[in-house]
């Protein structure tokens, strides 16, 4: 009788732990999750790796660095941004984190932001009207 009690009680444990937000850490996105689905949409990527760059960094979390598309130019700089979060809520908070850094910011580029559960990608366009990879990311997102 002790041995089902005991199994009820770890049972219920387990239970009430998948509904905290812990839980979420399995449905969690990863920076391979993504790049495997920009790969499916027929991007070429060509990865930076981490960047640390101040006005990059959001709360702490260093994003992954890449050029999207076809890169000749040995320029450091990257023009696609992906950022791994702990949760969908510190991806919030960071998103409002970029947002204060953007009306602070006087870029020479346009970024389009796409996010879901705990990623946000930062697609840096060269013009305002530049969408070629818009509908691309947007299915990245779907996809994942």
């Given amino acids: 009788m002790r041995y089902k009690m005991m199994i009820i009680c770890v ?31 027929s991007i070429k990527l060509s990865e930076k790796g981490q960047i640390n760059e101040p006005f990059v960094v959001l709360d702490n979390v260093k994003p992954y660095g890449y050029w999207i598309g076809n890169n000749n130019s040995n320029d450091e700089s990257v ?28 870029l020479i ?23 070629s990879f818009d509908e691309q990311l947007k299915k990245t997102m779907q996809n994942m």
Avoid: W
Avoid at 16 to 36: A, F, H, I, M, P
């Fill in 11 to 41: 049972s219920f444990i387990l239970l009430l732990s998948g509904c905290l937000d812990g839980g979420d850490l399995k449905r969690n996105l990863t920076e391979g999750n993504v790049t495997q689905s920009i790969k499916g949409q």
């Fill in 79 to 106: 023009n696609l941004l992906v950022y791994v979060f702990q949760s969908e809520k510190a991806r919030g908070e960071a998103r409002e984190t970029f947002n204060e850094h953007l009306q602070r910011a006087n």
């Fill in 109 to 131: 580029t346009y970024p389009n932001v796409y996010e879901k559960k705990n990623i946000m990608i930062v697609y840096f366009s060269e013009s305002e009207v530049d969408h």
